[in-house]
């Protein structure tokens, strides 16, 4: 009866605490309550430990885990680089007995993400009777306001109907806390014998939620680089070097993502022509509206090797999401055209990391400038099919027996498939046109995610929202 493709929204003490307790069953020594006054560094490496005690831990490896503190990032000198102008702050608390604004299943209910036009707030269930609610919006309209953060907080929440209603009988825990979130990425991340991870390597600002997620991700896939390195399986050099251009691509897809959130609301419209010096940093040149609709629409065939999306979610989902932002028709390129071309010329092969089953496996993938294109096995199919048809019919047809060979699998593997050549298109590795004497093809079937879809209202109450 387990869901899946679901998220589990944790209380972090408790999560914490079950997470250290069963490390320390596996045999890690656990230190509680001890303080790290220095870490001596030597020709870029990390020398040792040095307790507050005086005694010093030596270690073959050392992984930073310290969050945004970044305790070795700072003791190796490591810079940061913020690539967003986003600087805003959080401010949140803990609530008793708040009201879930619907109830899925048993147990189960929706984040809810609330837009206030000069800001947002979360709204996330940590368990039957507790639940986190924050505010983030720009530091500066912060300052402008004149109010305390608590003031602020408290106005944000009266100012929102759906949030205010759901906190009418909750109590607060009283446990206010806030902080700067300006989203950044350690300029590097690994070392001679050290890595970063989790939030010392980098933080994405929290609309998406990712930071657990990029924690875990980046734990496991030091390890598993740890692992081979000591094993001599593979090349310590690629390990680590592999390593640090997937979390950089991977906190990077997120921050991005986050922006393109950020220029649908009020405040953030001068986010617009920020978006145009992300793309000439690319290497485009376009005008603010051009470089935002880029923003939200490209760079998702890296995804990762089960995915064409970016920043975790499905292409369709991120297009979903675009045409909800941009008010307008975001249509597909395969319903606007008819004809595809393959256009890998100049592409170099290059192998790429797969983390699984406690090893790092390699992957073909090919490169062209600043686009990656993994050859799994859903692109692989693709490029077979597109090596000798161009007309969408006959692709179609293919794909569709592609997908068949998959048996109960069939329709998941259909969208992927599709999602995959809707990602080659956007990120140049397809050359889409329409040709009106040529047939077109049905895509009716294609509906709108349900990963990333318009707020569903409750209770007849109206708001300018998404829910995930």
Request: glycine share 8%; aromatic share 10%; proline share 3%.
């Amino acid at each position: 009866g387990q869901r899946r493709e679901t998220a589990f929204q944790v209380d972090r003490a408790v999560y914490d605490e079950i997470l250290l307790n069963h490390a320390e069953e596996l045999g890690c020594e656990v230190f509680q309550g001890t303080k790290v006054k220095s870490a001596p560094v030597k020709d870029g490496a990390i020398e040792m430990l040095v307790l507050e005690s005086g005694e010093e831990i030596h270690a073959k490896y050392y992984l930073d885990g310290s969050g945004h503190i970044g305790f070795l990032r700072r003791a190796l000198g490591v810079a940061s680089h913020e690539p967003s102008n986003l600087q805003n702050v959080a401010f949140w608390d803990y609530w008793q007995n708040a009201e879930w604004a619907v109830e899925i299943g048993v147990g189960a209910t929706r984040v809810q993400v609330m837009s206030l036009g000069w800001g947002w707030l979360w709204f996330i269930p940590l368990g039957p009777t507790r639940t986190s609610i924050g505010l983030v919006c720009p530091a500066q309209h912060y300052k402008k306001t004149g109010l305390k953060p608590e003031e602020l907080y408290l106005k944000a929440i009266e100012e929102e109907p759906n949030i205010s209603k759901l906190v009418k009988k909750a109590e607060r825990e009283m446990k206010f806390e806030g902080t700067k979130d300006w989203s950044f990425t350690a300029e590097k991340m690994v070392g001679p014998n050290w890595m970063l991870i989790g939030e010392s390597a980098g933080f994405a600002d929290p609309v998406l939620a990712a930071g657990l997620t990029l924690a875990h991700s980046s734990a496991r896939e030091a390890a598993y680089s740890i692992l081979e390195a000591e094993s001599g399986a593979k090349e310590k050099e690629w390990l680590f070097n592999t390593y640090e251009e997937v979390q950089t691509m991977r906190i990077n897809q997120h921050i991005r993502f986050a922006d393109f959130w950020y220029t649908a609301n009020g405040k953030f419209t001068d986010l617009k022509e920020y978006t145009r010096e992300i793309a000439k940093d690319s290497g485009m040149e376009m005008n603010a509206e051009e470089a935002f609709r880029w923003l939200g629409t490209g760079g998702f065939a890296d995804g990762g090797f089960g995915l064409s999306g970016t920043a975790g979610f499905s292409l369709f989902s991120v297009k979903a999401m675009g045409q909800w932002l941009m008010g307008e028709d975001s249509q597909l390129e395969l319903v606007k055209n008819n004809i595809f071309r393959l256009n890998i010329g100049g592409a170099e092969r290059r192998n790429l990391p797969v983390y699984e089953s406690g090893t790092v496996n390699e992957r073909e993938a090919l490169q062209r400038r600043d686009k990656t294109l993994p050859l799994n096995p859903i692109n692989r199919t693709l490029l077979q099919i597109l090596k000798v048809e161009t007309k969408i019919p006959r692709i179609m047809d293919k794909i569709q027996k592609a997908a068949a060979q998959t048996g109960i699998h069939r329709q998941r593997n259909l969208h992927m498939l599709l999602e995959a050549l809707e990602a080659m298109v956007a990120d140049g590795w397809v050359k889409a046109s329409n040709n009106k004497k040529q047939a077109g093809y049905d895509f009716s079937f294609l509906e709108e995610s349900n990963i990333i879809h318009s707020n569903v209202d409750t209770e007849d109450h109206h708001s300018d929202s998404v829910s995930s």
